[in-house]
């Protein structure tokens, strides 16, 4: 999957007739349901956990330093990875509500980061950018603080529209068209308006922090490794 992302991304740089690109998930009840914890268990070597990481690393700024617009369509739950691609995002448009994993009952579409609570470092540059967004003491707060019930910090649409997580919010059925009209406003502006280029801005943080953030998923990639094996994370 990252690895087709990643060509579509490269692939409407490309092609001249493609203004930008909508992100959405198939069916009602994810957007992205984050990594699997599955494949990242089979992996057997550092430089398999090293490749998995850059690979989403790459997708991740791939997206983000885009020179046409890229939207997430969050039509259900974006969890851990699904919350990292959206965010990578130039914009997002978020559905109200979607069908919960049963496919059966409407619920509340939810934003969550479950990483820390399975012993997993946030991946992809995740926690910079929502620090970029909302200030790092709010971001940390998504990782760290559970809600009233224990769990990994749940956030509705409105919740997350509130400190601008999302730029919109809008009825299931109108998600598409929504996230099409967002793609040519921002097509229609300057790239300058919409597009925060870090690398100009200051290219040595951008290195250093790309090379931070992969030594820190490897290790996070080994602790998993072990703790999966263990049977310590479900």
């Known amino acids: 999957l990252l690895l087709d992302l990643l060509e579509v991304i490269r692939m409407s740089q490309a092609d001249a007739a493609v203004i930008g690109t909508v992100i959405t998930g198939a069916g009602e009840i994810a957007f992205v349901a984050g990594g699997d914890l599955a494949e990242v268990a089979a992996m057997h070597t550092v430089e398999e956990g090293r490749a998995y990481s850059r690979l989403g ?101 409105e919740e997350a529209h509130a400190p601008c997580l999302v730029e919109d919010v809008v009825e299931a059925a109108e998600l598409r068209a929504a996230a099409g009209r967002k793609v040519r406003e921002l097509a229609n502006q300057p790239p300058e308006t919409w597009h925060q280029d870090w690398e100009t801005i200051d290219p040595r943080r951008q290195e250093e922090a790309a090379h931070l953030d992969t030594d820190r998923e490897v290790q996070a990639w080994i602790a998993a490794h072990e703790a999966l094996g263990r049977g310590k994370v479900a």
């Open 57 to 157: 690393l790459e997708l991740m700024h791939a997206i983000d330093r885009s020179r046409k617009p890229v939207v997430a369509a969050m039509n259900a739950y974006a969890v851990g990875g699904g919350s990292h691609l959206a965010m990578a995002a130039h914009a997002r448009v978020m559905a109200r509500t979607c069908k919960d994993y049963s496919g059966k009952k409407v619920v509340a579409n939810i934003l969550q980061h479950p990483e820390v609570s399975l012993g997993l470092f946030p991946a992809w540059g995740a926690l910079q950018r929502l620090a970029r967004r909302i200030g790092p003491k709010a971001a940390a707060s998504l990782f760290l603080e559970p809600d009233h019930q224990g769990y990994p910090a749940r956030l509705t649409a």
